[in-house]
């Protein structure tokens, strides 16, 4: 056996051992209620686990992304980056975000008491994802155990706000210069993309308003107005006959998940028209002189941007030749373009191998539907390696009575552990400054 050879028995028993610390851990955060909005507890979160890995020898840094959206003393969009320096080698990166979204109705327990319910812990960020950051240290630590004198560079981070957009924490740290090419190699993101599957990036976004205009006038003669609210019924229309048929027919060749996912998709987030939502009493009697849509498209590696917004924009086009006092506004709110990994990176094919081998059945190859903070990895960062990977079901995140399975965090953190051996002795893919 030579020394770059793992001992995965030992490594395996190790981890089994560690049961009830990873429960606790995975409790631990739990009970921070890190929730976004308005974005609390964050600054508790980071020193938590820069206390816990500080402790183990870790180099902890903290960052508040001062200025970016949200931020304020009140609510310090605070991030934590743990290195520990071994000899020369690559940098593996594990990026966790540590906000959650919020709790919502129908819950049969309490969010934030982490109770444990046989193989199960329960709680809001249980799934996504303060159990995939705890499997994370855990493989981390007990990597480090078994082998103090590693080659290359582990790092750990805890960022804010992925659940807004993540502008305050991993692209914060991708503009600094922190988490980007070339002082990283790999990354390992750990959302609950479920623990056989290797997530390799996501679908794009582009979030638009639109605004139709009308004339006010009264209720009881709305022919003397014009009514923004039919005007935006015209779109909504031509939506269902012309838009949704179209995107249905666009398939992907990336391996989006679930099905459904794998066409070009349209969501009506929101329609505001006419009276305020908030009055006493009884609306008074007007002709709507303003109505607003959000739309939330997501589209696929085949599609450029500009053809998905002249998409919308041909048809509301033509509503302003062909409908009679049409006319509209549309606003930009929020774009991604859509990312994968290459298959052959060492950070895919590593992880796949260590799916093999803990879990005895072939890794499969997965993009997600909805985008997460690889977008600015690869965007700002320019670092392609990076992959999302993570014990938790996907289906569950963001759902009342979340929960996360302590067996599932076992298997991925060993699936962890191994992949970050052999990622740390692969040859550094560029020299190091
Ligand atoms: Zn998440």
């Known amino acids: 056996m030579s020394n770059t050879d793992l001992n995965v028995r030992e490594l395996n028993r190790r981890i089994t051992d560690k049961r009830e610390d990873l429960i606790k851990l995975t409790q631990d955060l739990i009970r921070i209620p890190t929730l976004n909005p308005p ?91 303060k159990g995939g950051l705890a499997a994370s240290i855990i493989a981390v630590e007990t990597y480090l155990e078994m082998y103090p004198n590693h080659p290359g560079r582990i790092e750990i981070s805890g960022t804010a706000d992925e659940e807004s957009g993540g502008y305050g924490g991993v692209a914060y740290l991708a503009d600094l210069g922190i988490m980007a090419a070339p002082r990283i190699d790999h990354v390992i993101i750990p959302e609950p993309l479920n623990k056989d599957r290797v997530c390799l990036g996501h679908r794009g976004v582009w979030w638009a308003e639109i605004e139709t205009h009308g004339r006010i006038a009264h209720g009881s003669m709305p022919f003397d107005g014009d009514s923004a609210i039919r005007h935006m019924g015209a779109v909504m229309q031509a939506f269902e006959q012309q838009l949704y048929p179209q995107l249905a027919q666009k398939r992907t060749r990336m391996p989006v998940v679930p099905d459904g996912a794998k066409a070009s998709t349209l969501n009506i987030n929101s329609v505001h028209g006419g009276e305020g939502e908030a009055f006493d009493g009884l609306p008074t009697a007007l002709v709507a002189d303003s109505c607003r849509l959000i739309l939330d498209r997501r589209f696929l590696i085949e599609e450029q941007l500009s053809t998905v917004k002249a998409e919308v924009t041909d048809l509301l086009d033509d509503l302003k030749r062909n409908r009679e006092g049409f006319d509209y506004r549309i606003r930009d709110l929020f774009e991604v373009i859509p990312t994968m990994t290459n298959e052959q990176a060492a950070v895919v094919t590593e992880v796949s191998r260590a799916i093999e081998q803990v879990l005895a059945k072939p890794a499969t190859m997965v993009v997600s539907p909805g985008t997460y903070d690889q977008k600015h990895i690869d965007r700002i960062g320019k ?21 996360v399975s302590v067996t599932d965090m076992l298997h991925s953190a060993e699936v962890m552990a191994i992949a970050l051996h052999n990622l740390l002795h692969t040859a550094t893919p560029a020299a190091k400054t």
């Open 39 to 129: 974005g609390e507890f964050y600054d508790d979160c980071c020193r938590f686990l820069g206390e816990r890995l500080g402790a183990r020898g870790f180099d902890i840094q903290y960052y508040r992304a001062q200025g970016s959206p949200g931020d304020s003393d009140r609510y310090p969009r605070m991030n934590v980056v743990a290195q520990k320096a071994g000899g020369s080698g690559p940098c593996v990166h594990f990026n966790s975000h540590i906000d959650v979204v919020a709790v919502g109705n129908h819950w049969s327990r309490d969010p934030f008491a982490a109770e444990l319910a046989g193989d199960l812990i329960y709680g809001r960020g249980a799934c996504d994802m």
């Open 383 to 403: 670092l392609n390696n990076c992959i999302a990977y993570g014990p938790g079901i996907l289906t569950l995140a963001h759902q009342p009575d979340e929960y």
